[in-house]
């Protein structure tokens, strides 16, 4: 049994606490949101009120927050409760630029850092089933086996150095495809249904070709029936895809399929569906007078 504190209940660290539990870990979460963090309490984990004295008995400490900026105000909050040798597994996506000051952090307060974004939304997040993108060292993918095991079905060890930020770096290549991709999606089925067509004609296109997969089916299913409860939010894409840019500009390349999925999701936020799932980039091809439903 390992001791973890998991900063964060959102989504993702909602869907992952059970599976920590259920592994035989001693699991205590905080949120900012009070609220959201109480009903782990049923499946076993300890609910704290604040991060310090989350983490202050915890071996393993998890954040999975919205940003870096988020991250590190936590992890200052939870610095009163510290104490040098615990394994700080950062699982947020926060981009390139954010990773030097956490890693600074956690030097500073002798932790041992391991940058470690997840491949993944709600579905496999609560079935276990993320991929973890680690950079971290040897002793501390030890201390780690048993809690990634419970989260994931797979592990991908980059580097050894947390601070190379190489889990964040690929993390930003593998989110640019998916929410691109959903963004496709979004505006092939709008094409259709723009064209005074039934938009699922086009998923009768597709459906058993070689461009069919599991995923276009999900999503476009998500669209076509009006169900949008989020497994990734349209205003957290967008909050990814801006990292993607940001990303480019710093290393000199450009990411214009991100940045034009990007402007898709601001506009759909700007209509009200920031907080539906990401499919809701459909509705960036709908007329600026606001949100609607698909007649599909």
């Not at 504190?5 to 660290?13: F, K, N, R």
């Not at 205590?28 to 309490?41: G, I, K, M």
């Not at 991250?71 to 909050?77: C, I, K, N, P, S």
């Not at 801006?242 to 990411?255: I, Q, S």
Request: hydrophobic share 45%.
């Amino acid at each position: 049994m390992i001791s973890v504190a998991l900063l964060g209940t959102g989504i993702m660290g909602t869907a992952m606490a059970p599976n920590l539990i259920k592994a035989g870990h001693a699991v205590t979460v905080w949120n900012r949101t009070a609220e959201r963090a109480a009903p782990l309490a049923a499946h076993g984990a300890t609910v704290s009120t604040s991060p310090a004295t989350a983490v202050s008995d915890a071996d393993v400490v998890l954040t999975v927050l919205s940003d870096g900026d988020a991250v590190l105000e936590t992890m200052r909050a939870a610095a009163a409760g510290l104490r040098p040798g615990q394994v700080w597994a950062q699982m947020s996506t926060v981009g390139v630029a954010a990773v030097e000051p956490l890693a600074a952090f956690a030097a500073e307060h002798g932790l041992t850092f391991v940058d470690a974004p997840v491949q993944g939304t709600k579905a496999p997040a609560e079935q276990g089933k993320l991929i973890i993108l680690a950079a971290g060292p040897q002793d501390a993918r030890t201390a780690l086996e048993p809690v990634f095991g419970a989260l994931g079905q797979r592990t991908l060890w980059l580097d050894e150095d947390g601070a190379s930020g190489a889990g964040s770096r690929l993390k930003l290549a593998a989110i640019s495809y998916a929410v691109s991709f959903t963004a496709v999606i979004g505006e092939a089925v709008a094409i259709a249904e723009g064209l005074g067509l039934d938009p699922a004609l086009f998923g009768e296109v597709v459906s058993g070709g070689p461009l069919d997969n599991g995923y276009l089916q999900t999503k476009m299913k998500a669209i076509l029936s009006g169900d949008l409860e989020p497994s990734f939010t349209v205003r957290n894409a967008e909050k990814d895809m801006r990292l993607v840019v940001e990303a480019g500009e710093a290393a000199g390349f450009r990411a214009d399929m991100a940045e034009a999925t990007r402007a898709r999701l601001r506009r759909a936020d700007e209509q009200g569906h920031g907080g539906e799932d990401m499919a809701a980039a459909y509705f960036a091809s709908r007329p600026e007078a606001g949100p609607s439903t698909t007649t599909a």
